[in-house]
């Protein structure tokens, strides 16, 4: 059984530039949560989504995006990349919403502003 | 407003010792709690899960607790081993509402050979 996949690996991007990761979700599974660890802030919620909406977001600015497809397949947009964008992205999915499975974790995207 | 806190923030321990982790929560009002392991770069395993309305969950060598009033889990992993070497981190859900974790900053374990 396949786990949590998240592409890409790595990324480097200039600042300013706009980026797209990609998650795709455990068979079966319908929610999508992101998250972004840092050294100095650890792990912190992005946003959730289930069915196709979004669910529940944190405390990010506008930049921060996403979205969720049909197939439960997730991608997050981070447009006008700042040098404390720099992270390591991280995808989690759950086989529902209100359900008490806990979550599974993806390897993560290593997004680098330079 | 949930705050999780992890001591202590590393441990070095022998090989074969048996040894504990903490995590406390300020608001005990949760739905359930989850313990996770997190190498050096990669993303996170989960090791176990406590519904709110467990006191305990055994897998192997590792046994996680809760106690809701008080606030607190407890990670106890017996017979340590280098493979064991690792960050572990709690996570707390605040309710079957939201999905959002909150996350303590993690202990980092060593244990050496």
Known sequence: KAGVTQTPRYLIKTRGQQVTLSCSPISGHRSVSWYQQTPGQGLQFLFEYFSETQRNKGNFPGRFSGRQFSNSRSEMNVSTLELGDSALYLCASSLGYRDDYGYTFGSGTRLTVV | ?113
Request: aromatic share 6%; proline share 4%; hydrophobic share 30%.
């Open chain 2, 1 to 113: 407003k949930q705050e999780v806190t992890q001591i202590p923030a590393a441990l070095s321990v022998p090989e074969g010792e048996n040894l504990v982790l903490n995590c406390s929560f300020t608001d005990s009002a949760i739905y359930n709690l989850q313990w996770f392991r997190q190498d050096p770069g990669k993303g996170l395993t989960s090791l176990l899960l406590i519904q709110s309305s467990q006191r305990e969950q055994t897998s192997g060598r590792l046994n996680a607790s809760l106690d809701k009033s008080s606030g607190r889990s407890t990670l106890y992993i017996a017979a340590s081993q280098p493979g064991d070497s690792a960050t572990y981190l709690c996570a707390v859900r605040g309710s079957s509402n939201t999905g959002k974790l909150i996350f303590g900053q993690g202990t980092t374990l060593q244990v050496k050979p």
